[in-house]
């Protein structure tokens, strides 16, 4: 495991409750993040898929615009 290649994410029903924690490995701070992807999908701290959504409209767009 590497500092410089993880991050963190507070998954939470209420986001307004910007908590932001200091946690370390190997003595390296590790960063927060308002977004993660796993398996290729995009979650924020509500579970509420917006930044997946948003991911895929604008892929879309971009193809379409494309073909045009």
């Known amino acids: 495991m590497s500092p410089e290649k993880c991050c963190y994410i507070l998954y939470s029903g209420n986001p307004s ?4 924690l200091s946690l ?3 003595g390296k701070q590790i960063p927060y ?3 993660s992807v796993f398996l ?6 509500s579970l509420c898929f917006n ?8 892929r879309c767009h971009d ?3 494309e073909v045009k």
């Open 33 to 35: 993040t308002d977004t």
């Open 63 to 65: 193809r379409i615009v």
């Open 24 to 26: 370390k490995l190997f």
């Open 51 to 58: 930044s997946q959504v948003e991911f895929i409209r604008s």
């Open 40 to 45: 290729g999908i995009k979650f924020d701290q």
């Open 17 to 20: 409750k910007n908590i932001k």
